[in-house]
């Protein structure tokens, strides 16, 4: 079975701090880990993904995410938050020993960031 | 904004209706993945089509159905409707299986907002 935490309802920060969202997993094999970005009225927007290799990935919009084996954990990070920063951000898992291919979500957190 | 598209935007069904939802994958995929997200929770997984078959399916009854057609876009249909499916439908497109890897990044459509009275 795969699964993701996402342990913070919400994220409140101010603009040009550091943003971090939280992201536990679980899987019987390894993870492939998202993250996805929703704004209001929207579809889910792909921001980046870990497969192997390097554990800071980069993505969209200057954001990064750090994979923990140890701690079964993929943070999403941005160095200086933008007010447009501000909106619903899902982790998502798809486990390498699953037979099918689909991506389990998190409860999300929503970002407000103040100007 | 990807390529995939979904309709309707909005629909209203009474209990007990029936609704078809469509939905057309980005060029060049050949995976069609639909999800259901309820109001304040993440999407959840109802099936995967996959060169117009089923290639694995969440915990959902089989009043949730779907379709794949040759140009590879989708139809979702939800027969019997209850109240607890009033929500937003997701569609997401990728690679799928032929790409070699369950890495396939899913690129998600605006999706459709059913409520049911």
């Known amino acids: 079975a795969q699964s993701v935490a996402q342990p913070e309802d919400q994220v409140n920060v101010a603009e040009g701090n550091p943003l971090t969202v939280k992201c536990t997993y679980s899987v019987s094999g390894n993870p492939y880990l998202f993250w996805y970005v929703q704004y209001p009225n929207r579809g889910l927007q792909f921001l980046l993904k870990y497969i192997t290799g390097d554990n800071l990935v980069k993505g969209s919009y200057g954001f990064e995410a750090e994979f923990n084996k140890s701690q079964t954990s993929f943070h999403l990070k941005k160095p200086s938050a933008l007010v447009s920063d501000s909106a619903l951000y899902f982790c998502?898992?798809?486990?390498?020993?699953?037979?099918?291919?689909?991506?389990?979500f998190g409860a999300g957190t929503t970002v407000t960031v103040r100007a | 904004e990807t390529g995939v598209t979904q309709s309707p935007t909005h629909l209203i069904k009474t209990r007990g209706q029936q609704v078809t939802l469509r939905c057309s994958s980005q060029s060049g995929h050949n995976t069609v993945s639909w999800y259901q997200q309820a109001l304040g929770q993440g999407p959840q997984f109802i099936f995967q089509y996959y060169r117009e078959e089923e290639n694995g399916r969440g915990n959902f009854p089989p009043r949730f159905s779907g379709l794949q057609f040759p140009n590879y876009s989708s139809e979702l249909n939800v027969n019997a409707l209850e109240l607890d499916d009033s929500a937003l439908y997701l569609c997401?497109?990728?690679?799928?299986?032929?790409?070699?890897?369950?890495?396939?990044?899913?690129?998600f459509g605006p999706g459709t907002r059913l409520t049911v009275l």
């Open positions: 997401a497109s990728s690679l799928g299986p032929t790409s070699g890897s369950r890495a396939d990044t899913q690129y």
């Open positions: 998502a898992v798809r486990d390498t020993f699953a037979n099918d291919y689909k991506l389990s």
